[in-house]
């Protein structure tokens, strides 16, 4: 078993869950893709206080992350590890964090534990990687919890492994667990034991697993996954992959609507339906056939499902109106931009005709979409904002600011300082993680060597620095014995990032 003691239920404890920021539990995000999908919603304003709930925290990085980025907002972060919720506190005294508040429960008995009066009413609550992983009695815990704790109106956002995308796999995640537990001790060394039979009887055309799809596929991506990610996805007791219609049936008894997904491209039709199938999904106008339609089209296995607490419609003249005052910035060089972007129904394409006036406006400055679809150049074409904020947010081609101009606060910059000298290791440098940043009230997805780089072209002087040398970076970030043509490339390479991100770090405040 995964732990000697009987609370964890079969829900791995002997290690911790990894630090990670998800943008799609950002209230940023789910606002922004509720008001896509037409729902009113209040996307969270320079001022505004947001009460924020994450259920099944971990070790709380990214709960961390929005309290650092917001001090005007209430986090109360949940998990049943003791561990974790040590790390998370421990974490938010050394910042000081005033806003953030870490509780240890168990999610199955919690909305009758009295510790439930300290849980908060909250506009937004997530739950990333909780769903199918853990047992019936904790989902019908947190149906509970929600209900009582959302307020109406509020947004909910659940992740989950999905079906049919796992159908060809369950066989593989059944053979990494049971064979592990006979084959070793520990979590991580069991799910290690667990996929070396997999390899095996792949390697011997086994066919459960060589004729299943996606198996093949799910184990080259493996082979790069951390440790302990492997033992929480593959080694718990109570995973389960769902069917969308009955997790959307579940959360009804908490008054809760989906309303469609965190990822924005999702939202589209277009995008994730060719004419044929799009012509059958239409056929339907329960929302929940032609999520079944759509999930049989494209078998995702992994959801990242918006509920809200009371659907209000805004008329297609009012959602407009709110998209048009949504300010984007440009993450990356003009010259970067893509105007052909893979979906699922094939390939997106973005008429450079209407999208590179945008994008050469937008790398002299953020502006508001309005004033984009408002530039001469545009005359003429439709005036489209859903369009243009869930193509360039959607494929990551541009930042939505809920504060433009804000700078970056002293929680922030010592948070980002603190992970990048835990986390920064010279096998580290590539792994991505996320500053924290007042502007984007939340974290910017940001490799760890790029932390480095971040603190020092700040520390130079920033966009105006005239007087920096990226060599003397480079030999200070790199190990001892680094030969010096590796040098020299490490410092070409935090060049480039400074070409590339000096001004949305001006931007953004960081620099």
Not at 93 to 99: M, S
Not at 288 to 314: F, K, Q, S
Not at 406 to 414: G, L
Not at 456 to 482: C, H, K, M, S, V
């Amino acid at each position: 078993m995964t732990s000697a003691a009987g609370w964890s239920a079969g829900y791995v404890t002997d290690t911790a869950y990894m630090r990670g920021y998800y943008h799609e539990q950002s209230p940023l995000q789910l606002a922004l893709a509720a008001l896509l999908m037409g729902v009113q919603t209040d996307l969270p304003g320079p001022s505004d206080e947001v009460s924020y709930l994450e259920l099944g925290c971990g070790q709380g990085f990214g709960a961390t992350v929005l309290a650092a980025a917001n001090p005007g907002w209430r986090i109360t972060a949940v998990d049943f590890n003791p561990a974790h919720i040590a790390a998370a506190r421990r974490g938010a005294a050394e910042l000081g964090l005033a806003n953030i508040r870490f509780l240890e429960a168990d999610l199955a008995s919690l909305p009758e534990d009295p510790l439930m009066a300290e849980v908060p009413q909250a506009d937004v609550a997530s739950l990333h990687g909780v769903w199918s992983w853990v047992s019936p009695e904790v989902r019908a815990g947190i149906v509970r919890l929600l209900r009582a704790r959302v307020k109406p109106g509020g947004l909910v956002h659940v992740s989950y492994n999905a079906l049919p995308g796992w159908q060809g796999a369950l066989l593989l995640q059944r053979l990494v667990r049971e064979a592990g537990r006979r084959l070793a001790h520990g979590s991580i060394e069991q799910a290690r034991a667990g996929l070396g039979l997999v390899h095996e009887l792949m390697a011997a055309e086994a066919a459960g697993l060589a004729k299943a799809p996606r198996v093949t596929d799910i184990l080259r991506r493996l082979e790069q996954a951390a440790p302990d990610y492997l033992a929480h996805e593959y080694m718990n007791s109570s995973w389960a992959p769902c069917w969308h219609a009955d997790v959307a049936a579940d959360l009804a008894a908490a008054k809760l609507d989906y309303i469609g997904s965190a990822r924005l491209l999702s939202n589209f039709d277009d995008l994730m339906l060719t004419d044929a199938q799009r012509a059958i999904a239409n056929r339907f106008a329960d929302p929940l056939m032609r999520e079944l339609v759509v999930d049989a089209c494209n078998e995702p296995t992994l959801r990242h499902d918006i509920y809200v607490r009371g659907t209000r419609r805004l008329s297609t003249g009012a959602r407009d109106a709110a998209l048009e005052a949504v300010t984007l910035a440009l993450p990356m060089p003009p010259e970067e931009m893509v105007y052909a972007v893979n979906v699922p129904a094939g390939r997106a394409s973005l008429s450079e005709a209407y999208y590179h006036p945008m994008i050469e406006h937008l790398a002299e400055r953020p502006c508001t979409v309005g004033e984009l679809l408002s530039l001469p150049a545009l005359a003429g074409h439709a005036r489209n904002p859903a369009e243009v904020v869930g193509m360039l947010v959607g494929s990551g081609q541009a930042l939505v600011l809920a504060r433009p101009g804000a700078p970056m606060n002293n929680v922030s910059r010592h948070l980002n300082a603190l992970t990048r000298a835990r986390e920064l290791k010279p096998d580290t440098m590539r792994r991505v993680s996320a500053m924290a940043c007042p502007a984007l009230a939340g974290g910017l997805p940001t490799a760890l060597a790029h932390f480095y780089v971040a603190e020092r072209f700040a520390a130079a002087g920033g966009i105006d620095a005239t007087d920096f040398d990226t060599e003397i970076w480079a030999r200070q970030l790199a190990p001892a014995d680094t030969p010096a043509e590796d040098i020299a490339a490490l410092a070409k390479q935090m060049a480039d990032e400074v070409r590339r991100r000096g001004k949305i770090w001006r931007w953004l405040g960081i620099a």
